[in-house]
C-alpha cells in the first residue's frame, strides 16, 4: 500500500503523540493502532506494525530505568517474566490467526474496558496506597502474570496498568520498582511477540519504522519537558479518553447506528 506525502506527516504525528500517552499516561498504542487502521491497514496488520513502535520505545525506557539502574531490580522477577513471555507467546499465536472483522470487534470490546480503566485511573492509586512488601511468588500471581502476557501478546494496548496492578496488589513491589519490572517485562514478551508477527507477514514496515521514531521523540518531549507540568498530563488522559471513544465507535462500526 503506498504512502501519501500526508500520510507520512499523520504517522509520525502519532507515533509522538503515542510516545508522549505510554511516558504520561500509558495506552498510546490505543492511537498508534486507531490511526494506522484509519490509513487503511487491515486491524490484524494495524496490531503487529504497532509492536515495531513498542519494542524501539521499549528498548530506549529499559536502557534509562532498568539497565543502567539493574541493581534496583529484585532477583526474583523471573517469576513474572517467565510466565508472561509464556502467555505473551500463545496470546500471538492466537491473534494472528484471527480474521480482520473478528479483530475488530475484539479491538473495539478490549477499548472499552480501556475506556474505564483511563476514566478511573487506577495507576494514580497504585502510586499512593504501594509499599515495599515483595511477596514470594504463588501459584496465583504466576496466573496472573500468564494471563497478563496472553494480553499483551494479543494487542499491546493497556498493558502496562495491568502489569503495574498485579506487581503492586499480587506481587507486592512499590509503584517505582513495580514500574522497573514492568517495562522490563515487557521488552521481554515483545521479542517473541514480534517475531511471531514478522513470520506471519502481519507487519507492514514502511509504516511501522515512521511511526517508531515519532515515538522516540514523543517519549523524549514528555520526559524532558512535558512532565515537569502536572496539567499537561492531565490534558493527554482527556485526549486518550476521547480517542478511545472515537475508535470504539469505529471499530465496532456503531456509526451504521446513525445512517
Keep these: 500500500m503506498g504512502l501519501e506525502w500526508y ?18 499516561a500509558g495506552s498510546g498504542s490505543v492511537v498508534t493502532i486507531s490511526l494506522l487502521t484509519f490509513l487503511g491497514l487491515p486491524s490484524t496488520i494495524a496490531n503487529g506494525t504497532n509492536r515495531i513502535g513498542t519494542f524501539v520505545q521499549s528498548l530506549v525506557a529499559n536502557k534509562k530505568l532498568v539497565f543502567d539502574q539493574k541493581d534496583k531490580i529484585p532477583k ?36 472499552i474496558s480501556l475506556l474505564i480503566i483511563v476514566i478511573f485511573n487506577p495507576g494514580a492509586w497504585l502510586k499512593e496506597h504501594s509499599e515495599v512488601k515483595g511477596n514470594p511468588a ?3 500471581s504466576i496466573l496472573m502474570f500468564f494471563l497478563i502476557g496472553i494480553y499483551g501478546g494479543f494487542i499491546q494496548a493497556g498493558v502496562g496498568i495491568f502489569l503495574l496492578s498485579a506487581l503492586v496488589l499480587f506481587a507486592g513491589y512499590n509503584f517505582l520498582t513495580a514500574n522497573s519490572i514492568k517495562l522490563l517485562i515487557v521488552l521481554c514478551f515483545l521479542i517473541p511477540s514480534l517475531v511471531i508477527f514478522m513470520l506471519k507477514d502481519q507487519i507492514a514496515w514502511s509504516y511501522g519504522l515512521l511511526m517508531a521514531s515519532g515515538q522516540v521523540f514523543g517519549a523524549y518531549w514528555a520526559s524532558k519537558f512535558a512532565i515537569q507540568n502536572k496539567m499537561i498530563s492531565v490534558y493527554v488522559r482527556y485526549l486518550l479518553i476521547v480517542i478511545i471513544i472515537i475508535s470504539i465507535i469505529k471499530f465496532l462500526k456503531l456509526y451504521t447506528f446513525f445512517v
Excluded: H, R
Aim: charged content about 5%; aromatic content about 10%.
Design 7 to 24: 500520510d507520512f506527516i499523520l504517522i509520525i504525528l502519532a507515533g509522538f503523540l503515542a510516545g508522549a500517552i505510554n511516558t504520561l
Design 76 to 111: 526474583n522477577v523471573v517469576w513474572q517474566i517467565v510466565p508472561s513471555v509464556a502467555g505473551a507467546i500463545l496470546g500471538s499465536f492466537i491473534a494472528v490467526e484471527l480474521n480482520e472483522q473478528l479483530m475488530d470487534t475484539i479491538i473495539g470490546c478490549l477499548f
Design 138 to 140: 504463588s501459584f496465583t
